[in-house]
């Protein structure tokens, strides 16, 4: 082995880096992003879970139970109907209803008191959450007024003691393997294109920037349902994921969130001069989408500072959508505000996508 030709070699790759700014701003700048994008989100605690307090007991006890649940845990909202607020966990506006009876206080001291819990049960880590919360404060409870066990009565509008954390992101994860497919291709088979002048042969003939982006977005958008459908039969078949709704519904909601990203796509193949800056594309999609949209772990983990954040990546409306559906078995009466924001986000891509290959036509 020659140590000079090995060193010659070495010069030459860093030589290519040398002159390619934006791949050495990629080197130094997607650590600091990566660590702080896991920093500040990945595994923390949930936090600000609304629950809704209907509380009927004319006594001290239940006031004491609430007392003791203060913190950043629960946001706890007072309810003056028990069936509204109900209504409120059936339509996704809480995730949680407590109910203390008339009689708490007194069948605190002289028998097992119950407390009703209502639980929106398809996200297992805020369950266990809130049952943690109020165990917490129940046990506090006990310990100043020596009274008798209570008895939390759990009622399930959705999932139930059997939700699984594979039920629960299991929605998220193809709606993440659609944006893989759709933007990532997008970017990469652009870039080849347009590298190989298959795109200045292409406008050479009739075709218009607008049939060549619907094209792209159609075929890829098909590619990803086909996707979507083989990854959620797999999770039926080999772990038995729950599905509660209409899946045709779904794979709209994917068509329409395929759709966009491809527009998304073919803008960061416009930034690209080759294959190579066009990989450096994946973390700045990847990341946010692993970690700010509740694919793995509800939004309520992620800090509050952080969180606004979450309403400006697509896939948290799309992730959103998929969940309702397939856990709750909800239609477009619950769910029509993340398909307007779908079906914005598809426009407002593929325009400008449009734009950007006439400008480069």
């Known amino acids: ?33 990566m660590v702080g994008v896991f920093g500040y989100t990945f595994g923390g605690s949930v936090s600000h879970i609304r629950t809704l307090v209907a509380n009927e007991d004319a006594g001290a006890r239940a006031a004491e139970v609430l007392g003791n649940m203060e913190g950043d845990t629960l946001d ?9 607020a109900r209504e409120q966990v ?23 008191a119950t407390i009703g819990l209502v639980l929106d049960g398809t996200a297992p880590v805020i369950t266990a959450a809130i049952l943690g919360k109020l165990r917490a404060a129940i046990e506090a409870t006990l310990a100043t007024a020596g009274s ?38 997008s970017v990469i088979v652009l870039v080849r294109e347009r590298a190989g002048g298959l795109l200045e042969r292409l406008f050479a003939t009739p075709l218009r920037p607008s049939e060549f982006v619907l094209g792209h977005a159609l075929a890829l958008s098909l590619l990803a349902v086909l996707q979507s459908a083989v990854v959620l039969a797999a999770a039926v ?13 779904a794979f709209v909601f994917l068509l329409l969130f395929a759709a966009g990203n491809q527009g998304l796509g073919i803008l960061m193949s416009s930034a690209a001069k080759n294959e190579l800056q066009a990989i450096q594309f994946i973390p700045l999609i990847l990341f946010p ?7 793995f772990f509800p939004l309520e983990a992620i800090p509050p500072t952080v969180r606004p954040l979450s309403y400006a990546v697509p896939l948290t409306y799309a992730a959103d959508a998929l969940k309702g559906v ?13 398909a307007v924001v779908l079906v914005v986000y598809d426009v407002l891509t593929l325009a400008a996508a449009a734009a950007m290959v006439r400008r480069q036509a």
């Open 90 to 112: 059936r339509l996704g506006r809480a995730w949680a209803v407590l109910h203390f009876p008339a009689n708490f206080t007194a069948t605190v001291m002289t028998r097992n």
């Open 76 to 84: 706890l909202v007072v309810a003056t109907d028990l069936a509204a």
């Open 326 to 338: 397939m856990l709750r078995g909800w239609g477009l009466g619950e769910l029509w505000l993340d």
């Open 289 to 295: 989408s692993l970690l700010l949209t509740g694919v």
């Open 237 to 249: 078949l080999l772990f038995q994921v729950q599905i509660a709704g209409n899946l045709a519904l």
């Open 148 to 185: 008798a066990p209570l008895t939390i009565e759990r009622n399930y509008v959705y999932g139930s003691e059997e939700t699984r954390s594979i039920d629960a992101f299991a929605p998220g994860v193809v709606g993440l393997a659609v944006l893989m497919v759709t933007t990532l291709l």
């Open 1 to 33: 082995m020659n140590a000079r030709r090995v060193l010659a070699v070495a010069r030459k790759s860093l030589s290519q880096f040398r002159h390619d700014r934006r791949t050495l701003a990629f080197i130094v700048v997607m650590p600091l992003f």
